[in-house]
């Protein structure tokens, strides 16, 4: 300030004086009184000046000299002086007076040296104008003071804080950008000496400082703010215990009274934390207090302040500070959303300044991508995408998968964000590349999750998805051969389901055309009320496809009536939408349609803005004629090698079969753009590879585009024909099915072509199994459907609803009907032998649970039993295999042990003595199982193998071949199951068990059987098997007639109770019959075996015979019993002369012709024609109850070129399935040289063919030819089937 000078006396003019009362002043210089002029004052104290700077202090006699006159200098004259250059030189005299007379200052008042220095500060304002021609005087003044310090005298003041405030608020007020660093650096040293060296720093003093760190201050004068920033680096271990007081009275205390900048303390903070962290050591701790405050706006703006301090980049806080660090994650979870909402936008500036700390943050951004706030999900997948887009790095797999799951999020608002933030990570790394191939592997899911969400129902969503598909997956902005490059690879490398919802977008977009096209094509007809209905719901349905389908209605009725009113509008929308319009013509259309909805008065439009909506969905902006040529010329490449298929992470292969997977989708929705003849010859030439997928589309692609190709292509008509013929006859079920679909499509002549085809297709295979690759899919998945049934019900251990009785039902039918349910004969031998062996499997399965073999009915065990007789071979191995083990692990019910028995009949060697293995195991581990544990004894009824027996009667007794009581031959073929069972059982006789089974089957005729207790056939049958039964144990066992140990029980389930008083002594085969059944003579036989007898309850499929030349084909041959053998083994007695027999393709066959017996007894003979009429009979009688296949259907190779004699002897029957053929007759073994040689030490086995002219050769029997539909009997020379 400037004061006026005011007269005074001259003594305190004059001030102190010397001893003679004069001031000494230098030489040259007047005195300086009050009566000069200013000027004059001016040039003598220049003087006065030169001589003080050129003063030092060791000039002991000049300061003594001197001293009155820097006494007279701090008079008040001069200290309010009004001339500011006055108060400049004496404010520069006074700075050399404390540097000359230092340490010591020749001033001893206090108030004198307070008023100095307040004096000398003001001064220093001066320094503001770096242009002032005083500058330089005002730079000198604060050298000297800074370079001398002399405001360390002040110290000694009690109130040298006032001085102290009023010089730093005047540097940091007069501190510019005009100033040099020298300037700087002089105020710098002056304040940092006063900081350091004193005993403290005052609030008022601290204020001053922090004052020039605010906001509103650093942007007023960003030199005060650089000039505060140095001071505070510089003197950090001294303030920062100032600071730590201040922050701690405003922080914790609460006191805000104590500083003007109380409500400026975060902002402070921030700055001091950017300027050095060592000022705020103290202060960090209390703000994890305030992160615990009870106000959420405290804590808000505690979280916004530590945002700032953890996520700026240099900042290494997080790692220093770790408590205070997991105290500000814990906001994360903060109840009030503001926090929760801050810490998430944190989150960001954190991942790309401190990469380190992402798994940190990854489990708090976990929870809060599923926060209840929108907002908070929302900020969460711009966070993370914020981050990603700077560099990918930054984010690790976990992060983006949140953002992966938000895209399913149920607000419209979090997964558009999501979406597209996707869309943009994959444009830039994926389809740019902008940071290698590692990180285009990282985010190549992408591509397939944005196209998944196709599947969702809004149509928001759908709508998205396409804008996508359109800008970032595959941009439409691009060039024809780029933009194709980019669908190409795309489409190889999705995954199945994003390709069907690529598939299905296109579809949506092509049908939303239609019905465009669909409403202009109503516009061109005349106005009626039927027109108007139709049109009506024409709009309604475009209006499904738009947003917001309520307001969408309204704007396309609207739009509907500018097309009715505008017809340049309406032929700009038919050029869009036609087939024929090219990308760029798209382009141009849907900028004029805009153009011409748009209004200049409305910046938003909502009518447009659906219209556009619209015209995006029906504009073909990425396929046209071009594009397919340029989509056809990268699939060449690929086919002739030359193509960067390995570069785009796809191979050759893949790429060639999704090129064409894409171009056959193209073809449905742009078949138009399909012609031209350079499309269609690469396509011929995808045609010609061995590919059956590559080939298979490229045929579709002709049905769906090809349609003239006959008129405006006749070179590729002629080229094309062929190929779909070859494919039609030779190529795979799916290829033949394309290209008769083909021919129909494109050819006029379609009739011919295919009449063509047709003319060649052979039969049918017949075999009987076929590899599992050969296998129908329908087959196979109704094989699984069985399994599946079967392991459902297993998992429910009851049938409380039943279904064990319906699935058991099916699976009988099944069995019934031979596996061909429908009976319609559409199926393969081979798929029904599957079908027949999953189902005997399912059923024997539910039998191992107890609450389903309890509903099993004896019918369905029976049906379940006969499939170890099957016609196919690998149907009775792979079915004894379950059986045996099954039983061996003593999972299924004994009677199931029962079923061995009719391995008896079972044509091939290996089969029988595989059967007999599995008896021996099964029985050696219930006898060994009942030993160990005593406490089996209870159930023995369950585990001991002598009580099979019953099971095996019952079984017997309902054979299907079982027809007749009295038949020799049959009764033959039940002692030889009954001996199969019983040779096992009888070799040892433990605990008497041969008595016990011989009481069994008198125990059984004193019953009934409780399957058709009243039917007196179906007893008798049951009585006749017990008695052959009892004539087999008798005949092999003396120890028979032996007490039983005990009573046996007889199973209720296929036996009623014995009758009070019933007795059943009466002998159900006669002595004849019994001894033929013992001797084991020969006994009469059919040409090739008997017929199929019928079921008593179900059915099951005949054996069929083929010769050798035939695959796939099962041979039956017979086997008895020798009576010379006794108990000897039945494999041995089993041998055959002749070696090499077998069934389908496992085995081949061997047919060997024999010379005919001429001399047969008349009565045998007669007996012989007898059998035969009867078996007509009961095979005519089978037929009624299904169908059965006729000569041509049996497994024997017709021979239709040959000639067949009328008069012969009428067609072979077909042989049993799975039973041995019996010859038609047996003769004499004496009366030839080929019977009478040993067959071994077991049985033998002879067979002599009939008579009949003109016999065929061996090896070459055929089955009769149909004519006229009557079957003509083929003479054929006697043949027999040689086991093994």
């Not at 045998?1164 to 089978?1182: C, L, M, P, V």
């Amino acid at each position: 300030m400037d004061f006026t000078a005011q007269p005074k006396p001259a003594t305190a003019l004059c001030g102190v004086v010397s001893a003679d009362g004069k001031i000494a002043y230098p030489p040259g210089v007047k005195e300086i009184t009050d009566k000069i002029t200013t000027d004059e004052m001016i040039k003598r104290l220049k003087m006065v000046v030169k001589t003080f700077m050129d003063m030092d202090q060791d000039s002991e006699d000049e300061k003594q000299q001197y001293l009155p006159l820097a006494l007279h200098l701090a008079s008040e004259f001069f200290l309010r002086n009004p001339n500011k250059d006055v108060r400049l030189l004496v404010a520069c005299c006074l700075a050399d007076i404390f540097r000359i007379y230092a340490p010591e200052a020749p001033y001893t008042s206090h108030d004198k040296l307070k008023d100095i220095f307040l004096f000398i500060t003001r001064q220093l304002k001066g320094l503001e104008d770096t242009k002032s021609p005083q500058f330089n005087r005002y730079f000198y003044l604060l050298e000297n003071l800074a370079w001398v310090k002399s405001y360390n005298i002040c110290f000694e003041l009690e109130d040298c804080n006032e001085i102290f405030i009023q010089l730093f608020r005047t540097l940091f007020s007069v501190i510019n950008n005009s100033h040099n660093k020298k300037v700087q650096m002089h105020m710098l040293d002056l304040m940092s000496s006063i900081i350091m060296e004193g005993d403290g720093v005052t609030q008022e003093l601290l204020d001053s400082i922090l004052i020039n760190l605010i906001p509103a201050h650093k942007n007023l004068n960003k030199q005060s703010f650089d000039l505060a920033k140095v001071l505070l680096k510089r003197t950090v271990q001294t303030i920062e215990a100032c600071i730590a007081n201040f922050f701690n009275q405003v922080l914790v205390l609460g006191r805000s009274s104590v500083s003007d900048l109380s409500e400026h303390v975060f902002d402070l903070i921030q700055e001091l934390f950017a300027i050095d962290p060592h000022l705020l050591l103290s202060v960090m701790p209390q703000l994890e207090f305030k992160l615990k405050s009870n106000d959420g706006e405290e804590r808000l703006a505690v979280v916004r302040l530590l945002a700032k301090l953890f996520g700026s980049k240099d900042s290494d806080l997080a790692t220093q500070n770790r408590p205070l660090w997991q105290c500000f994650l814990g906001r994360f979870n903060d109840i009030h959303v503001p926090v929760r909402l801050e810490s998430v936008k944190f989150a960001s500036h954190c991942l790309m300044n401190h990469p380190d700390l992402a798994k940190d943050l990854t489990e708090y951004l976990k929870v809060r991508s599923h926060d209840p706030e929108e907002a908070i999900r929302h900020d969460v997948i711009v966070t993370i995408i914020t981050a990603a887009k700077r560099d990918l790095a930054l984010v690790n797999d976990q992060l983006l998968g949140f953002v992966r799951e938000r895209t399913l999020d149920k607000r419209w608002r979090v997964r558009k964000e999501a979406m597209m933030g996707l869309a943009q990570l994959y444009k830039k790394y994926c389809l740019h590349g902008e940071a290698g191939k590692e990180a285009a592997e990282k985010v190549s899911w992408i591509k397939d999750k944005l196209l998944h969400i196709y599947y969702q129902n809004s149509i928001d969503d759908k709508l998205l998805v396409e804008k996508i598909f359109a800008q970032y997956l595959v941009p439409h902005n691009l060039e024809t051969e780029e933009r194709m490059k980019c669908l190409y690879y795309l489409y190889a490398s999705l995954d199945p389901n994003a390709v069907k919802a690529l598939n299905e977008m296109w579809k949506c977009q092509n049908m939303l055309r239609s019905h465009v096209r669909e409403l202009l094509d109503l516009h061109k007809q005349p106005t009626s009320e039927a027109n108007c209905s139709a049109m009506f719901g024409k709009l309604m349905t475009i209006a499904k496809n738009l947003p917001d389908p309520g307001k969408a209605q309204d704007f396309v009725k609207k739009f509907n009536q500018v097309l009715g009113d505008d017809e340049k509008l309406r032929s700009q929308l038919e050029l869009l939408i036609s087939p024929t319009c090219s990308c760029k013509q798209a382009d141009v259309c849907v900028r004029e349609i805009a153009r011409k909805l748009a209004n200049p008065k409305q910046p938003t439009n909502p009518f447009l803005e659906m219209v556009k909506f619209l015209l995006e969905r029906i504009a073909p902006v990425h396929i046209d004629s071009e594009a397919i040529s340029a989509l056809v010329k990268l699939m060449n490449k690929s086919i002739e090698g030359t193509a960067d298929d390995e570069e785009e992470g796809v191979s050759p292969d893949t790429a060639i079969r999704s090129g064409l997977e894409l171009l056959k989708v193209l073809s449905f929705t742009h078949p138009t753009s399909f012609h031209s003849a350079e499309t269609y010859e690469s396509l011929l030439q995808c045609l010609r590879m061995e590919d059956d997928k590559v080939a298979e589309a490229a045929i579709q692609i002709f049905r769906n585009t090809g349609h003239k190709i006959e008129t405006d292509l006749p070179q590729i008509r002629s080229t094309l024909i062929p190929i779909l013929h070859q494919k039609a006859k030779r190529g795979t079920p799916h290829q033949a099915k394309q290209a008769v679909h083909c021919i129909h499509a494109i050819f006029t002549n379609k009739e011919v072509q295919l009449a063509q085809i047709f003319e060649s297709t052979g039969e049918k295979n017949g075999k009987l199994w076929s590899p599992d690759e050969e296998v129908s899919p329908e087959v196979l998945a109704k094989v699984q459907a069985i399994k599946l049934l079967v392991r459902w019900l297993l998992g429910m251990k009851n049938n409380q609803s039943k279904s064990a009785n319906s699935t058991l039902r099916l699976l009988s039918a099944m069995l019934v009907s031979e596996g061909d349910l429908t009976e319609q004969k559409r199926i393969s031998k081979s798929d029904m032998s599957r079908l027949r062996l999953a189902a005997g499997s399912a059923i024997m399965k539910l039998a191992q649970e107890p609450c389903y073999h309890e509903i099993i009915t004896p019918e369905q065990f029976q049906l379940c039993a006969l499939v170890i007789n099957d016609e196919c071979y690998q149907v009775r191995q792979i079915f004894a295999q379950k059986l045996h083990k099954a039983l061996v692990k003593l999972l299924l019910p004994l009677e199931y042990m029962a079923i061995f028995a009719l391995c008896a009949k079972d044509p091939v060697k290996e089969r029988r003595a595989h059967a007999r293995q599995c008896l021996l195991k099964n029985i050696s581990i219930r006898r060994e199982y009942i030993k160990q544990n005593p406490m089996a004894t209870e159930k023995l009824l369950s585990l001991l193998p002598e009580y099979v027996v019953p099971y095996m009667i019952h079984l017997l007794a309902h054979d299907p071949d079982f027809t007749r009581s009295q038949d020799v031959d049959q009764l033959r073929d039940i002692k030889e199951c009954l001996w199969f069972m019983l040779e096992v059982l009888m070799t040892k006789n433990e605990n008497n068990s041969h008595a016990f089974m011989k009481k069994m089957a008198e125990n059984i005729k004193l019953t009934k059987d409780a399957q058709s207790p009243d039917e007196s056939k179906t007893n008798e049958k049951l009585y006749t098997v017990c008695d052959v039964a009892l004539c087999v144990i008798n005949s092999k066992s003396a120890l028979c007639n032996a007490d039983s140990p005990k009573d046996p029980v007889l199973p209720l389930k296929f036996f009623t109770q014995p009758e009070k008083d019933f007795c059943n002594d009466k002998s159900y085969i006669s002595e004849e019959t019994r001894v033929l059944l013992l001797t084991g003579k020969p006994k009469p036989a059919g040409v090739l075996g008997a017929v199929n007898k019928p079921l008593s309850a179900t059915g099951r499929k005949p054996y069929v015979r083929s010769t050798g030349a035939e695959t796939g084909s099962n041979i039956n041959v017979n086997s008895e019993l020798n009576p010379s053998t006794g108990n000897r083994s039945r494999e041995q007695g089993s041998e055959a002369v002749e070696t090499g027999v077998s069934e389908n393709e496992e085995n081949p066959v061997r047919i060997i012709s024999v010379t005919p017996v001429k001399n047969i007894d008349p009565v045998k003979n007669k007996e012989i024609n007898s059998d035969q009429t009867t078996q007509g009979n009961i095979s005519s009688d089978r037929g009624k109850k299904r169908s059965v296949a006729a000569a041509g259907a049996e497994n024997i190779q017709q021979k239709t070129d040959e000639k067949v004699d009328e008069s012969g002897p009428p067609a072979p029957s077909k042989p049993r399935r799975g039973r041995r053929p019996k010859s038609e007759s047996q003769g004499n073994a004496t009366k030839t040289d080929d019977i009478n040689k040993p067959l071994g030490k077991g049985r033998k086995r002879a067979a002599v063919s009939q008579e009949s002219p003109g016999g065929l050769e061996a090896g070459n029997a055929k089955a009769p030819k149909l004519q006229d539909g009557a079957k003509k009997a083929a003479p054929a020379e006697r043949q027999i089937d040689l086991q093994r």
